[in-house]
T-cell receptor
Framework: DVKVTQSSRYLVKRTGEKVFLECVQD?????MFWYRQDPGLGLRLIYF???????EKGDIPEGYSVSREKKERFSLILESASTNQTSMYLC?????????FGSGTRLTVV | GENVEQHPSTLSVQEGDSAVIKCTYS??????FPWYKQELGKRPQLIID?????GEKKDQRIAVTLNKTAKHFSLHITETQPEDSAVYFC????????????FGSGTRLLVRP
């Protein structure tokens, strides 16, 4: 069973802080993704990576960056957190086809 | 850009009735269409998927149909039960690479006992 683990379930950060969200998968998947989930807006893709050190912007990359130094780990970075980045963040991985999601990190920026 | 539209946004049915959720997609090259179920406070989980070379797929009480010409695909749940209550998301692959998905906005299904 593929496991995708997100390091924090809940986070509260202050405006302007640099925030790191970590995601680790244990099934050697090539592809990893970061989405944010907001009511009524579904899942919106922030960034994805199809290989180590490779990354591509999704639909809403502004204010975010990512890092993939190892195949199993994909980090989302909020360079300077703002209140409009308060959201649920979901990480996912896949080799082909269907995604396996992590449990999500609910981030509140105050 | 490419998008996926999902309807309805909320759906309330009586236990035992059927539920249908519909999605349309814009990318004619899409070839993979998964459906995810997200229970309250939990992660989305894949419940069924279909590829473009198939028109229908069934798994017990759930089925998915695909009309490539019209760019429509639908989720059908028969004999609904209270545990079917959740948010359901459809998705379509971007282009012919099935690893990148675009999601619909979700349907909140409530099954009334």
């Amino acid at each position: 069973d593929v496991k995708v683990t997100q390091s924090s379930r809940y986070l509260v950060k202050r405006t302007g802080e640099k925030v790191f969200l970590e995601c680790v998968q244990d099934m050697d998947h090539e592809n990893m993704f970061w989405y944010r989930q907001d009511p009524g807006l579904g899942l919106r893709l922030i960034y994805f990576s199809y290989d180590v050190k490779m990354k591509e912007k999704g639909d809403i990359p502004e204010g975010y960056s990512v890092s993939r130094e190892k195949k199993e780990r994909f980090s989302l970075i909020l360079e300077s957190a703002s209140t409009n980045q308060t959201s649920m963040y979901l990480c996912a991985s896949s080799s082909w086809g269907g995604y396996t999601f992590g449990s999500g990190t609910r981030l509140t920026v105050v | 850009g490419e998008n996926v539209e999902q309807h309805p946004s909320t759906l309330s049915v009586q236990e035992g009735d059927s539920a249908v959720i519909k999605c349309t997609y814009s990318d004619s090259a899409s070839n993979y269409f998964p459906w995810y179920k997200q229970e309250l406070g939990k992660r989305p989980q894949l419940i069924i998927d279909i590829r473009s070379n198939v028109g229908e797929k069934k798994d017990q009480r759930i089925a998915v149909t695909l009309n490539k010409t019209a760019k429509h695909f639908s989720l059908h749940i028969t004999e609904t039960q209270p545990e079917d209550s959740a948010v359901y998301f459809c998705a379509a692959s971007m282009g012919d690479s099935s690893y990148k998905l675009i999601f619909g906005s979700g349907t909140r299904l409530l099954v009334r006992p």
